[in-house]
């Protein structure tokens, strides 16, 4: 039986469920800012794990997707500049 799911990609499927957990926690808890930059910096890596560097780097440049790539990273600094 060959396995379908190799083990980076489960690495990746955990830390994108781990970003998406800490995103949801971060907002629950109203907005807090350490929680919204752990989940914002584990889903980008497990996202990146999960699909490769190329196919993530040609989904976020997408000039169709540009407002919300822009939207995400504004979010990611201005979040990120409070937790460090």
Known sequence: MSQW?????KIG????????????LGVLLLFDRPLLTLGNMLF??????????SK??????????????????VGMVCFGYYFF
Do not use: E, H, W
Not at 5 to 9: S, V, W
């Open 5 to 9: 799911i190799t083990d980076t990609k």
């Open 13 to 24: 499927l955990g830390l994108t469920t781990f970003g998406v957990v800490f995103l949801l």
């Open 44 to 53: 980008i890596a497990g996202t990146v794990v999960l699909i490769g560097p």
């Open 56 to 73: 993530c780097f040609q989904y976020f440049s997408n000039p169709a997707k540009f407002r919300g790539t822009l939207c995400f990273l």
